[in-house]
Structure formats: structure tokens, C-alpha cells
């Protein structure tokens, strides 16, 4: 089983199966060989979480008239 590094976690060494490596191969996620020596680590601050959507201001609606003959 080959190991490999990808390039969504490239700090992490993944073993994988043949299919699985040229499947990754074929979508261009894995990192170059010689880029191995050069992986920086992982510094990532978290994602801030997005502030949760107000909701809008919704005006009343004004009582129809309704004309009786």
C-alpha cells in the first residue's frame, strides 16, 4: 500500500490502496514527492464561525377594506 500525502492534508501521510492512489492521482490531490520535505505545518487558525442571519423586519399589513353591496 502506497503512502501518500494529499493536497487538502498535505501533513498528514494517508496509506492507500492502488485504486484509491490512482484515483487521487487522476483528480490532481496528491502532493508532489518533492514537495514532501517542504510541508509546512499545519498553522491554520480555525474558521471563524459565521454570525447566524438576522431576520428582517417585516411590516404589518394594513386591514383591507372590504366593500359589501
Known amino acids: 500500500m502506497p503512502t501518500v500525502r494529499t493536497t ?3 501533513d498528514l501521510p494517508l ?3 492502488d485504486a484509491e492512489y490512482l484515483d ?6 496528491l ?3 518533492d514537495a514532501d520535505q517542504n510541508v509546512p505545518p499545519a498553522t491554520a487558525a480555525p474558521a471563524t464561525p459565521e454570525a447566524a ?3 428582517t423586519a417585516v411590516t404589518p399589513k394594513k386591514p383591507g377594506t372590504i366593500k359589501e353591496s
Open 53 to 55: 442571519p438576522q431576520p
Open 8 to 10: 487538502f492534508r498535505p
Open 24 to 29: 487521487l492521482q487522476r483528480q490532481g490531490l
Open 31 to 33: 502532493v508532489d514527492e
Open 15 to 17: 496509506e492507500v490502496d
